[in-house]
């Protein structure tokens, strides 16, 4: 039987993941995270510090004897965080430290849950190691990559993630009041689409790699079904939404990034909100390409989604 262990696998994304695994066959464990704390701010100075965490390095690849793949799905997804050292611990240092792990203990492949918040504003996003950082949270997803991009680590792949949603995630409930409420709107037609993905459908990303026996890509963005910012909101919502000018929606948001370089929570209403009506483009995934399938169709998903979210 092929065996899995999944770091933060008790959390909101590595329950899912290891819910998956479980689903198609495989012995997957879930693992609790190493708490790590780092004042590094470049790839060099995580990378020289590696050697300080031997413990903690050894301690883990006896965890991980005898398994065929390992899962990051540790790290703080709180894209309000300010410059914290615990933040960077945990998502830039984190990876390294598994990564070195995972091949001591000679798994087969090392896969991290990364962030699409590596490419900020890009668009369209693509599967490239070109990062434009734009918080402190973007940092530390885009070290984190970093971090394991060098050839010691050719186990090591990186699944891009955009914000995942399903009933239990704060976000999405806000999200849910949004679509059914007067404030709903989208910018231009509303045929943009936005890049947001339903839980289930990342842990059957998760498992699709895990099992995949080919050559993959350093990096695979998670595919995201296309949805557009309009659909997406009536989906969501039960209605059709508001249409602003884009010329607007663009200078709004626009203050509110410019408000954002001071305040992280201001930057993250701001980037929801330019997701909301403008949307952002991403590339074919790597991962369609080589097969994979969603499980979850996406206007169902977020169909049954929307119905969901109307008890909250």
Not at 50 to 57: D, E, N, Q
Not at 73 to 80: L, Q
Not at 195 to 212: I, M, R
Not at 235 to 247: A, E, N, T, Y
């Amino acid at each position: 039987m092929k065996t899995a262990a999944v770091l933060g696998g008790s959390g909101f994304v590595g329950s899912a993941c290891v819910a998956a695994l479980q689903e198609a066959g495989w012995d997957a464990r879930a693992e609790p995270a190493p708490r790590l704390t780092t004042s590094a701010r470049s790839p060099l100075e995580l990378i020289s510090e590696l050697p300080r965490h031997h413990a903690t390095i050894d301690q883990l690849a006896k965890v991980f004897d005898s398994t065929d793949v390992v899962i990051n799905a540790g790290g703080m997804s709180t894209p309000m965080a300010g410059n914290s050292n615990d933040l960077f611990g945990a998502n830039s240092l984190l990876p390294g430290v598994v990564s070195v792990a995972a091949r001591q203990a000679g798994a087969r492949r090392f896969i991290h849950l990364s962030s699409i918040s590596v490419q900020g504003r890009m668009d369209p996003l693509d599967e490239t190691m070109q990062h434009r950082v734009n918080s402190p949270y973007s940092n530390s997803r885009s070290l984190g990559e970093r971090i394991i991009e060098g050839p010691d680590h050719d186990h090591a792949m990186i699944l891009r993630l955009p914000p995942v949603h399903n009933t239990t995630r704060s976000n999405t409930r806000k999200l849910g009041r949004v679509a059914r409420s007067p404030l709903s709107s989208t910018a231009g037609r509303g045929d943009r689409p936005t890049p947001l993905v339903l839980l289930e459908n990342v842990g059957a990303a998760v498992e699709f790699l895990a099992a995949y026996e080919g050559k993959a890509p350093k990096v695979v963005l998670q595919p995201t079904g296309g949805i557009t910012t309009e659909r997406l909101l009536e989906l969501l919502g039960d209605r059709k939404p508001w249409h602003i000018p884009v010329s607007l929606a663009k200078l709004v948001t626009a203050l509110l990034l410019l408000a954002g370089r001071r305040s992280a929570s201001i930057h993250t209403l701001g980037r929801r909100i330019e997701l909301m009506w403008l949307g952002q483009g991403q590339k074919p995934s790597w991962l369609t390409e080589a097969g994979f399938v969603s499980p979850v169709n996406v206007e169902q998903g977020w169909a049954t989604l929307g119905r969901a979210l109307h008890s909250y």
